[in-house]
């Protein structure tokens, strides 16, 4: 059988070549996405700023602006309705009830009773009401758990390679990070607690190219003492190009499948890690590595600790 | 390379017999094979999410300031009822505004008596030494009592502990459901409960706080200044639960709901719906000796400082046992009754997170998750076949091994299988292969170096290595973050995403390279085709 190699034995790319280029292409997309989130701002869901939510599914399809008719004279507050895929399926949001930070829950019961009563069959699949102090706490958690992990995780490279290694997976984490929340504001898809398991997630895997080219890069430092940094680097990068892209497309596959068959409830956080590994992948080439150059790391740079090593070695 | 000692071979054996033998019962659960299971064998079960089974989660916070105005009134009556003991002092003034309690001594030689009895009845803290509440003495006849700060928290953590089995108590009486209660951060406390997707009625039967008194009437009170909320000393003004209008009660509580052992729906003779009480021991012989010197007068029974009714004492009651009847609905009486019989809740509780999801849309989760599994699963594995051919195929069977050995692992812990923890097994499936992506590109790299077959995979796999190790130690860190901030769905992602890890490196690494070395003996290949 002939096996399938998507990238040919021997490649020579010059991906350095282009890392100026890409750095500033790089730049302009993560400012606009910082902006665009600034601006435009995430769409966030309950979790996150309070709320209710109900979804409701109906027997006989049913106009958006029938239904929203209805739904504004039960005097339930500001709803906002949206068809999920088709138009017996409907997800109403309402706004957070009036009063104390910890009141909830009130519409959404209003709702369900309601709703059968309209419309002959209907049922509320699922009901969410989060009150404005768990929203405020989730946000909070959430943030502070993806700055964790990106800091955690910097760390973590830093005591197993370099220190230019730490902040380049830094780098890239962000870069990773702003681009996804960009992709999210430009989009106006909903922002939940699932899609913050999908950027941490995408934390830890958007990484793993960067981990796999940095070992690379330091086998290849110890390897080529002589080399020149930029081809060590693409010397390295063609080495594990191979490796790059089959597990890219493994994972992508994977999630692939998931997001355009998978359950519509987990649609956010599907989207959002197949986009983060391709990012990810992306940024592992052209901002892990070019980071690198500008931190001064030169072939000779780790010699000191390595002769010292050797010297420890030999007479242990 | 070529030497693996059969022990090992064994081993892994094992490990991976007991993984798919774990996982049988999760997955043919629900399925007509589920009942022909063998009693003999593991029972684990993974547990569904409320996500994916249906149900109800709420979130419920104590009402501080519920608990602190709460707490002032415990010892209000704890007060009175000293202070009314033998040598009596008399006290006047009493008040709780400001959230202490202060009140003024008449006799001013009683003062120094009077600070030593509230000293008593003050409580020491464990280690700290402090006292739960702290005793002054204001203008030399005033005594204020303030609760400090460590007695207020260890108040609440008390009072936490009882909410959360009378909230137990109230959704689930029998102790047969598979509920959870549990307490969160000190002043919360999350019920989840499969299968009820009308939280309503949940909400209620937990919110009721269920404070059952019964007092005197006070009859000496005069009829207009009662419905104008003043009452006559040692008396309180409280609302008629029905048909509105006041009536004034001593504030003496002649028995309490904390006495009683039973409460049960049942009829009056008229057929309404009651409830039936059962006082214990103490109870009973206050309620009999309340009743003896009462024979004739009216008292009041009060839930939540509503009075309910005011029925005449005809004669003492003795057994122990009264009835109440207020304009109940058969539904209200027994949630009441549950409940009574529950205890009272200690603390009022708000609910500040509800999410329910039905059965239906659980089941579809999971009919679209099951689907979207096997799809790429199926076509992760063909990707692998026609780029590595036999490596492939080893990483291929690693892959199904893998499988089976996450849903064997969280069955083994009873983990909770979450809607995002289906999603997490997709991406563990897609990222586990990398492993072997690693191990066979080295290879084909080492190959293509000049290095000899045996040579090339032994350098494969150790050079791969480092990088598998390093590539999940960041998936870890990522993971545990998440379930350690993470709350229901998420935790459950991050659980599978951990045990995904772990086991994966384990298939990929150890396992497969079993499976080359056994090959390699057996058939001795000259080159290799990868």
New interface residues.
């Given amino acids: 059988?002939k096996?399938?190699?998507?990238v040919p034995?021997?490649t020579n790319l010059d991906f350095m070549r282009w890392r100026n280029l890409a750095l500033a292409l790089s730049l302009i997309a993560t400012v606009v996405s910082i902006s665009f989130t600034i601006y435009r701002g995430l769409n966030l869901g309950i979790d996150f700023v309070g709320g209710e939510v109900v979804?409701a599914?109906f027997v006989q399809p049913v106009h958006i602006d029938d239904l929203r008719a209805r739904v504004d004279r039960l005097g339930v507050g500001e709803a906002s309705i949206q068809a999920l895929g088709n138009d017996r399926t409907y997800q109403i949001r309402l706004p957070k009830p009036p009063g104390p930070e910890?009141?909830?829950?009130a519409m959404?019961?209003k709702l369900?009773v309601a709703l059968p009563q309209q419309y002959a069959g209907a049922?509320?699949?699922?009901?969410?009401?989060?009150?404005g102090?768990?929203s405020e706490e989730?946000a909070d958690?959430?943030a502070?758990?993806i700055g964790?992990?990106m800091i955690?995780?910097a760390i973590?490279?830093w005591f197993?390679f370099e220190w230019q290694f730490g902040v380049g997976a830094l780098l890239t984490l962000a870069h990773d990070i702003a681009m996804t929340l960009g992709f999210f504001a430009f989009t106006r898809l909903p922002v939940d607690?699932?899609v913050?398991?999908a950027f941490?997630?995408i934390?830890?895997?958007s990484?793993?190219d960067t981990?796999?080219i940095y070992?690379?890069i330091r086998?290849n430092l110890r390897k080529y003492r002589k080399m020149a940094i930029i081809p060590l680097l693409n010397l390295s990068l063609n080495?594990?190009l191979?490796?790059t892209v089959?597990?890219s497309?493994?994972?992508?596959?994977?999630?692939g499948?998931?997001m355009l068959?998978?359950?519509?409830?987990?649609f956010g956080?599907?989207i959002a890690?197949f986009l983060g590994v391709v990012i990810g992948t992306y940024s592992s080439i052209y901002i892990s590595s070019p980071v690198l150059v500008w931190l001064g790391v030169q072939p000779d740079s780790f010699l000191k600790t390595e002769d010292k090593e050797g010297a420890e070695a030999q007479t242990a | 390379m070529l030497e693996f000692p059969r022990w090992k071979v064994w081993l892994i054996a094992i490990v991976i017999a007991l993984g798919v033998l774990l996982s049988v019962p999760s997955l043919i659960a629900g399925t007509p094979l589920g009942a022909s299971w063998p009693k003999w064998m593991p029972q684990y079960k993974i547990s569904l999410g409320l996500?994916l089974a249906g149900g109800s989660h709420l979130?419920l916070?104590a009402?501080a300031q519920d608990a602190q105005k709460q707490r002032l009134q415990a010892m209000e009556d704890e007060v009175s009822t000293e202070l009314r003991r033998d040598p009596q002092i008399e006290i006047g003034d009493i008040s709780t505004a400001g959230g202490r309690l202060s009140f003024l001594i008449r006799n001013p030689t009683q003062v120094d008596a009077a600070v030593e009895r509230m000293r008593n009845l003050t409580k020491p803290l464990a280690l700290t030494g402090t006292r739960d509440w702290d005793v002054q003495v204001v203008d030399s006849t005033r005594i204020v009592m303030t609760p400090t700060a460590t007695g207020s928290a260890q108040a609440l953590k008390d009072a936490m502990g009882v909410a959360r089995d009378v909230v137990r108590r109230r959704i689930d009486p029998s102790g047969t459901k598979e509920i959870t209660v549990i307490t969160e951060g000190g002043n919360r406390i999350l019920v989840e409960v499969p299968g009820v997707e009308?939280?309503?009625a949940l909400?209620r039967l937990i919110g009721q706080t269920a404070r059952l008194e019964f007092k005197l009437v006070d009859l000496s009170a005069n009829p207009t200044d009662v419905q104008q909320g003043r009452a006559p000393p040692g008396s309180q003004v409280l609302p008629m639960a029905q048909g509105g209008g006041f009536m004034a009660v001593k504030r003496r509580v002649m028995v309490s709901g904390d006495q009683l052992v039973d409460a049960r729906q049942s009829f009056d003779q008229d057929g309404r719906p009651d409830i039936d009480l059962t006082f214990n021991t103490a109870g009973a012989r206050r309620f009999a000796r309340a009743t003896q010197e009462n024979v004739n007068k009216p008292f009041a029974i009060i839930l939540d400082d509503k009075v309910l009714s005011a029925p005449n004492i005809n004669e003492p009651i003795l057994g122990g046992r009264a009835n109440i009847t207020g304009g109940f609905t058969v539904q209200s009486a027994h949630d009441l009754a549950v409940s009574l019989a529950s205890g009272k809740l200690p603390v009022k509780l708000?609910?500040?997170?509800?999410?329910?999801?039905?059965a239906?849309?659980g089941a579809?989760?999971i009919h679209?998750?099951v689907?979207?599994s096997v799809?790429?699963v199926a076509?992760?594995i063909v990707?692998?076949l026609?780029?590595?051919?036999r490596f492939g195929v080893y990483a291929n069977i690693a892959l199904v091994v893998n499988a089976f050995l996450i849903l064997g692992i969280m069955a083994m812990f009873n983990a909770t299988l979450t809607?995002?923890g289906?999603?997490g097994f997709?991406?563990t499936?897609?990222?586990a292969?990398?492993a072997n992506?690693?191990i066979n590109?080295?290879i084909?790299?080492e190959i293509?170096r000049g290095r000899r077959l045996l040579d090339a995979v032994e350098t494969g796999y150790h050079?791969a290595f480092?990088?598998i190790f390093?590539?999940n130690?960041?998936?870890v860190?990522?993971?545990a973050?998440?379930a350690?901030?993470?709350?229901g769905?998420?935790r459950g992602?991050?659980v599978v995403?951990l045990i995904g890890v772990v086991t994966s490196v384990f298939t990929a690494v150890y396992f497969t390279r079993m499976l080359v070395a056994l090959w390699i003996r057996r058939t001795r290949p000259r080159e290799l085709?990868?």
Avoid at chain 1, 123 to 129: F, I, M, P, Y
Avoid at chain 1, 261 to 266: A, D, L, S, Y
Avoid at chain 2, 484 to 487: L, Q, T
């Fill in positions: 059988m096996l399938l190699k998507l034995d021997h979804r599914e910890t009141a909830s829950n959404v019961s369900r049922r509320v699949d699922a009901g969410e009401s989060v009150s102090k768990v989730l958690d959430s502070m758990a964790f992990a955690g995780i973590y490279i197993r607690l699932n913050v398991a941490l997630t934390i830890g895997y990484l793993n981990v796999v070992d690379r086998e080495e594990t191979a490796r089959v597990t497309l493994t994972v992508l596959i994977a999630l499948v998931l068959i998978g359950p519509e409830v987990i956080l599907a890690i | 996500d979130l916070e009402d009308d939280p309503e909400k708000n609910v500040i997170e509800e999410r329910t999801v039905s239906e849309l579809d989760s679209k998750g689907i979207a799809v790429s076509l992760v990707f692998m026609v780029t590595y051919g809607l995002p289906i999603a997709i991406l499936i897609g990222a292969v990398d992506v690693l590109e080295r084909r790299e293509r050079e480092r990088a390093d590539a130690v960041t998936h860190i990522s993971a973050i998440m350690y901030f993470g709350s769905p998420v992602f991050a995403l085709h990868i």
